[in-house]
């Protein structure tokens, strides 16, 4: 019995279903051009002052960028970020996640913490 390929991602709006070319490729950011990335969700204590607050996130901006990451995201008591790799046409590893992952668990007062998967960091 034969497998099922692998969805193809949708063609983008105007364009044919005929084979891209290169540039064509790296403007809409697929094949060898797709960047991954991935979503983290926690919730850190509501007591928290603002200079506690500040502390962790400078750990956390500093762990990121340590391990190659950028990170965007919502704020308050519980925190939504995406984070892909840091620099120009840069994708996230799962190797960066699981440590990124591994300090926030680290972290007092960090809690349901959940680590999504790699996925296109383009699409929604």
Do not use: C, Y
């Not at 990451?69 to 994708?91: D, E, K, N, P, V």
């Amino acid at each position: 019995m034969a497998s099922n390929p692998a969805p193809e991602r949708a063609v983008p709006l105007g364009f044919s279903k005929a084979p891209m070319n290169k540039r064509q490729r790296k403007k809409h950011r697929i094949g060898e051009f797709q960047e991954l990335g991935f979503e983290l969700t926690f919730q850190t204590p509501e007591g928290w002052t603002d200079a506690q607050q500040a502390a962790f996130w400078a750990a956390l901006i500093a762990q990121a960028e340590s391990g190659g990451l950028s990170l965007g995201g919502s704020s308050g008591a519980s925190w939504t970020l995406f984070a892909t790799g840091a620099g120009h046409r840069a994708s996230a590893t799962a190797e960066q996640r699981d440590a990124l992952v591994a300090w926030l668990a680290s972290q007092p007062g960090v809690d349901a913490l959940q680590a999504g998967p790699l996925e296109d960091a383009w699409v929604d």
